[in-house]
């Protein structure tokens, strides 16, 4: 009798560490693609860090010390960690899209950032129960390697005044755990604890990743009322066995299994949190994880700036100004309120795309079988059966593309023409991902004067909300260096066609710099289409492939259009 999980499909087992890696990964991209989603699946080590939210990495650093085959309770937590993760993707909202990121210190950042993933975890135990209990017997497989807590099992919190740390794995132990409260436990613990499990159940009954986002904050302030007395272990992210063994009754100890391999793989699991380890599987797959010398830097103040990207422009040979970039700031009702505006040409666009979509279908004709062909049904009385009809719809291939937006001072005054296109482009290509990705990029300068640093903000992307606070806007017009970061976002995507559409008021700061851009474009098969006010400035850009508009309010409009345009 099976044992394990996998050993029910694990027919192909080897004495050979390089097909037992083999078949490993391919179980596990057989277990994903039952999450309904077009995700990749692949080995990754400590030094792995993915921008894809489409990219599932499975830590092999979790294999250590097991000789082939693979043990099955090894191959469970492996699968586990993939299924849990591409839950995350599938379901969940970045955390720094809540309302009070912004108003955030860096260690309330992280203690919220783990009481939403808590919360994310119990729902995505939900779904997976609703598609599959296997599915969701793999991740309590990875929880119970992780830590070796029991069903059942009872435990007493320590006689001293309820702090955040207990309070919060109390909270773990019963729900991810099963485990049951002592008799002897305080009416407020009991009262802060009832209150916890129920509104984790209201949780798991929303199904707007934004809304669960929300209700997250607002556990997350109801647990600021009880003391730390020292940093939470966090179930996945911090180790809290300490914490568990004084909390369990009659001494009992808990420790991993006396089988070598039970205690081998919870000292593989609980061995960091660097990037790669099981602990921050769900963020890196996201963002990068923030360098320590910043964080260091920057200490306990609200964090600002961006990622510097000066280095990899460098490599291109659009070198010498500072390039940062960084995500804009999502507001609810800013962002909503845009929408509003441009409503209709956001449904006007989406036609457009359906439209050109149902031009590329072509019938089929002389069949045996499909829908009956009405022009050839009178072979049909000469003894013929080949009067069907079936239609194809050939798809676009897909598409990759960027709108690169000037905010030089200039276009200050301009702003809401600038949010309206961001809106009506991205609102339009979000329900065409992933067979067409985007980004929509804001650049200035510092400054107005040369050598200025460069900065640009993302508003909105395939998998970002549209996010119109904290743009960084006012400076000059750095068009080199802009268009080369445009490059750098979408050269290595996979996608047949990539473009980049710009839009301009000005002359670029640098002429010649520009063309060296442009040619890198030209090198690596991305297009640029331009957007200029009043001179097309095709000299620079290239005949054909700049669009001239007079004023600025024409610019929603003019993004329309170039929509259609490369849409076809």
Known sequence: MAQNLSDYWRIDKSGDRTSELSS???GAANVVELLDGNYGVQWVGKSFISNSS???GLNADILEGFSAPIPGEVVDVIIGTAIHETGHNKWSTPVENSSIWSGLYIKDRRSFSSIHNILEDAYIDKQL???SITLL????ATRRAAHSLKKGQQFSLPDEALSRGILIEAWLAIYFYEM???????????QALNHLIDKTREYIRVDDADERLEMAAGIWEWLQQFPIKKDPGVLGYIDFNALISAMLGEGEAVTAEEDRVAERLQENIKGGSGQGTLQDLCSYLTKPPRDKTIVEKVKDQPESGGKDITFQLSQMGVSGCVTQIKNAFYDAPSSEKVKDMVAGEIKSVRQIFARLDSLRTRWRHGLREGKIDGGRLSKAGVGKNTVFKQCDTRRKPSLAVVFLIDVSSSMSPYMTHVNKAACIFSE???????????EVITYTGEGLHAGSDVQLTRLASSTMKLSLRDIWMDGGTP?????ASALLMIKERSNKRKIIIHFTDGYPKDRNKTKVALSQCKKHGVDVITISMDIKQTGLYG???????????ELPRAVTKMLEKVYR
């Open 137 to 140: 017997e793999y991740v309590k």
């Open 428 to 438: 339009a290509l979000k329900p065409l991902y992933p067979r067409v990705w985007h």
């Open 180 to 190: 049951e409260i002592s008799q002897d436990i305080s009416s407020e613990a009991v």
């Open 543 to 553: 005949k054909g492939m700049v669009e001239a508009i007079d004023e600025v309010p």
């Open 129 to 131: 129960k609703e598609k």
């Open 24 to 26: 490993i990964l391919s």
């Open 54 to 56: 489409r990219l599932i």
């Open 479 to 483: 068009t080199a260096e802009a268009i």
